[in-house]
């Protein structure tokens, strides 16, 4: 079975410009996660989709971050535009309901995450 | 609100060493706990979990005990080698709201 798949790996780019990052969770996870994670830190949750509904996006920036998840499977997660602060990696993960399609309730499947770079 | 706190890296040892890695955790419920293991440029591997007081958890040597009289969940090995250096995150999550909070990490170097 196909983990969570995500591209680009790498993204450079410079300050003020747009950048996305898509994600496509593992078939069959309802749930969708979005964190950041700074270098020597631990990830740190952006937003968590139920679904197509994003039910927890207190930490994301809402004035230059946007995500989107139609139909309720792939995702991207938007910066527009890009801060020198930004620079991270982005890592989705994916969960399902109560071992359903798979997984166990509460565990978490990552992917390999977005190295951006903002000069 | 709910947090986990690991001890600071990074940690090195010599191969065949005995390992132990402190996770201590705040949380208002009954929480799952975790440890990932992050190898460099990849993303982050469930190692093994715990879903309620006094279960250990164990996978490839290692093993955590889920210990809610001191709310800490320490991971051990007993004998490291060199394929085990990578960054441990211990991790907790919110009974039955799928929200996961991790800690800050603990890069681990195994010298042959």
């Known amino acids: 079975e196909a983990g969570v798949v995500q591209s680009p790996r790498y993204k450079i780019i410079e300050k003020k410009q747009p950048v996305a990052f898509w994600c496509n969770p593992i078939?069959?996870?309802?749930?969708l996660y979005w964190y950041r994670q700074n270098l020597g830190q631990g990830p740190e949750l952006l937003i968590r989709y139920e679904n197509e509904e994003a039910v927890d996006d207190s930490q994301l920036p809402k004035d230059r971050f946007s995500a989107e998840r139609l139909k309720g499977v792939d995702s991207t997660l938007k910066i527009q535009p890009a801060e020198l602060g930004d620079s991270a990696v982005y890592l989705c993960a994916s969960s399902s309901v109560r071992g359903l399609a798979g997984g166990n309730l509460n565990e978490q499947f990552f992917g390999p995450g977005t190295r951006l770079t903002v000069l | 609100g709910d947090s986990v706190t690991q001890m600071e890296g990074p940690v090195t040892l010599s191969e065949e060493a005995f390992l132990t890695i402190n996770c201590t955790y705040t949380a208002t419920g009954y929480p799952s706990l975790f440890w990932y293991v992050q190898y460099p440029g990849e993303g982050l591997q469930l190692l093994l979990k715990?879903?309620?007081?006094?279960d250990k958890g164990s996978n490839k040597g290692f093993e955590a005990t889920y210990r809610k009289e001191t709310t800490s969940f320490h991971l051990e090995k007993g004998s490291v080698q060199v394929s085990d250096s990578a960054v441990y995150f211990c991790?907790?999550?919110?009974?039955?709201?799928?929200?996961?909070?991790f800690g800050s990490g603990t890069k681990l170097n195994v010298k042959p």
């Open positions: 078939s069959g996870h309802n749930t």
């Open positions: 991790a907790l999550s919110d009974d039955g709201f799928n929200k996961f909070y």
């Open positions: 715990a879903t309620k007081a006094d």
